[in-house]
């Protein structure tokens, strides 16, 4: 299954603003968080995310390139303004109760209200850009209020944000069946094989352009240790020891010395 996941606005578009926040930002963490949680728990997805930084692109841009990747499904994250408060999704409006859109908004709806904490809004229909553009079923989620202070709460807390990514991880991958990664029988160890760990968010963003000149799939995944923020470049997740020291070889083979592998 082919995710295009796109955190809305970015760069000299900062979206909604409100109690301190960007909507960019706010929406750019949880997209974040969420392609963390489907890589490292589920088989069969492949994602392309609009933008994994702060940079400016357009919705033309973002819509051409799902359409020439052929996603399967469209995900753009928002964040609501405007005096409200609580949790709503869209769907092209040019769409039936019963396309296929809204079958998978039945599905993720239902999922993320379970874990959000806001208030229900309801499934709604609108003739957004990246819902009408795109080639693919689309849902554009929006998640909480940035000008409501209760709403703005949560969104400055990275648990909540979590949580946000979870309940779209759980509503894709019931939507999608896809099926959860093994982990070892024996122990529930997934072994995590990471090409890198960096101080720089720009050499690991370096480290996953090598590496994807060289046909291998990784992302820049954050980590805190002892109060420092590490950037790892997370390349495969296997239940499987040997599976992950077959990647570990094929590192080494490109030349990265500096691979490991972490158990958890
Ligand atoms: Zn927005």
């Given at each position: 299954?082919?995710l295009?996941?796109?955190?809305?606005?970015?760069?000299?578009?900062?979206?909604?603003?409100?109690?301190?926040?960007?909507?960019?930002?706010v929406?750019?963490?949880?997209?974040?968080?969420?392609?963390?949680?489907?890589?490292?728990?589920?088989?069969?997805?492949?994602?392309k995310?609009?933008?994994?930084s702060?940079?400016?692109?357009?919705?033309?841009?973002?819509?051409?390139?799902?359409?020439?990747?052929?996603?399967?499904?469209?995900?753009?994250i928002?964040?609501?303004?405007?005096?409200?408060?609580?949790?709503?999704d869209?769907i092209?409006?040019?769409?039936?109760?019963?396309?296929?859109?809204?079958?998978?908004q039945?599905?993720?709806?239902?999922?993320?209200?379970k874990?959000?904490?806001?208030?229900?809004r309801?499934?709604?229909?609108?003739?957004?850009?990246?819902?009408?553009?795109?080639?693919?079923?689309?849902l554009?989620?929006?998640?909480?209020?940035?000008?409501?202070?209760?709403?703005a709460?949560?969104?400055?807390?990275?648990?909540?944000?979590?949580?946000?990514?979870?309940?779209?991880?759980?509503?894709?991958?019931?939507a999608?069946?896809?099926?959860?990664?093994?982990?070892?029988?024996?122990?529930?160890?997934?072994?995590?094989?990471?090409?890198?760990?960096?101080?720089?968010?720009?050499?690991?963003?370096?480290?996953?352009?090598?590496?994807?000149?060289?046909?291998?799939?990784s992302?820049?995944?954050?980590?805190?240790?002892?109060?420092?923020?590490w950037?790892?470049v997370?390349?495969?997740?296997?239940?499987?020891?040997?599976?992950a020291?077959?990647?570990?070889?094929?590192?080494?083979?490109?030349?990265?010395?500096?691979?490991?592998?972490?158990?958890e």
């Amino acid at each position: 299954m082919k995710l295009y996941l796109d955190p809305g606005h970015g760069g000299t578009d900062p979206g909604a603003q409100g109690n301190g926040l960007n909507e960019k930002d706010v929406t750019l963490d949880i997209a974040l968080k969420l392609r963390t949680i489907l890589l490292n728990q589920y088989e069969n997805i492949d994602i392309k995310m609009s933008r994994t930084s702060d940079i400016t692109k357009g919705l033309t841009e973002r819509t051409n390139e799902a359409n020439s990747w052929g996603a399967d499904y469209y995900l753009a994250i928002h964040i609501n303004a405007g005096g409200g408060t609580g949790y709503e999704d869209y769907i092209y409006s040019g769409l039936s109760d019963t396309s296929t859109s809204a079958k998978y908004q039945d599905i993720i709806h239902a999922e993320v209200l379970k874990l959000n904490g806001l208030t229900d809004r309801g499934q709604k229909k609108a003739n957004f850009h990246v819902l009408r553009e795109s080639h693919m079923p689309a849902l554009l989620s929006e998640n909480g209020f940035i000008d409501n202070t209760h709403d703005a709460g949560l969104m400055k807390q990275s648990s909540w944000r979590q949580n946000v990514a979870q309940g779209h991880a759980n509503g894709l991958a019931k939507a999608f069946n896809l099926p959860k990664k093994a982990v070892d029988p024996g122990t529930g160890t997934l072994y995590k094989v990471i090409a890198g760990s960096f101080q720089s968010r720009e050499n690991a963003d370096d480290r996953v352009t090598y590496l994807s000149s060289k046909g291998i799939d990784s992302f820049v995944d954050t980590v805190t240790i002892s109060g420092k923020i590490w950037y790892r470049v997370q390349a495969g997740a296997y239940g499987n020891r040997a599976n992950a020291d077959d990647r570990l070889n094929e590192l080494k083979q490109v030349g990265i010395t500096d691979a490991f592998i972490i158990a958890e």
